[in-house]
């Protein structure tokens, strides 16, 4: 299957999971926010919780089964996993559009995920990490398709861990007045955006070093 085709079915796999995510959301809501999402977050019972968590694990699960399934190289995979995600989460928000009209705009605060604590922070964060995955995890596809890898090494793993824990730190602060059961007040750009460059560094420090798949060391 050539990289057009596979992508096709990349693409369809993360806009279908996106419908279910928000269906799921539409249910949720319909339960505890009948008049309306909004801050404070309405106390939910531990066992839905419970539930809601163990769900949102499998989702990664599913979203890792299908890149496994996808692709044989551990790189073609991890880029066949952030774009199906960066889809779901991208099409998540237009579904929810589409359905309850929420969000109001890109501004909006919302519960982004549960694990291991709840994430907080506008929408536009998230749909911004989302569009780099994509367009970044592409460009690796593509590469890979024509033999040629970049080389994610100490420099490059190290700046993209560092960058993805330091913009997942930013919505986890920003929950730490949401689970006081307040409402959030501050998202921290400057924090969020350290993070998001050096994820952005990480990238093209391992394009810059791409190699062909016949040479040394690869």
């Not at 419908?19 to 939910?44: C, D, K, Q, T």
């Not at 790189?75 to 989460?89: C, E, H, K, L, P």
């Not at 579904?95 to 519960?111: A, E, V």
């Not at 709840?118 to 592409?138: E, F």
Request: proline letters at 6%.
């Amino acid at each position: 299957m050539d990289l057009k085709k596979r992508l096709l079915w990349l693409v369809i796999w993360g806009v279908s999971f996106g419908y279910i995510e928000s269906a799921v959301v539409v249910y949720l809501r319909e339960i505890y926010y009948p008049n309306g999402f909004s801050f404070p977050l309405v106390p939910i019972d531990k066992k839905i919780l419970a539930i809601e968590t163990a769900r949102e694990a499998a989702t990664l699960i599913l979203l890792w089964s299908t890149a496994a399934l996808s692709y044989r190289r551990l790189q073609s995979r991890v880029a066949a996993f952030f774009i199906m995600f960066g889809i779901w989460d991208i099409f998540y928000y237009i579904f929810l559009k589409m359905l309850l009209d929420w969000p109001q705009s890109l501004s909006t605060w919302d519960i982004l995920f549960l694990i291991p604590l709840p994430w907080v922070g506008p929408v536009w964060a998230p749909v911004a990490v989302s569009a780099a995955l994509i367009i970044l995890s592409v460009i690796v596809l593509y590469l890979n398709e024509r033999g040629f890898y970049p080389r994610f090494g100490p420099l490059s793993l190290g700046a993209g861990v560092a960058g993805g824990l330091i913009m997942i730190a930013s919505f986890i602060f920003a929950a730490s007045a949401v689970m006081e059961g307040g409402v959030p007040e501050r998202f921290s750009v400057p924090m969020f955006a350290t993070g998001y460059v050096l994820g952005l560094f990480a990238y093209a420090y391992a394009l810059y070093r791409t190699r062909s798949l016949h040479d040394k060391g690869v």
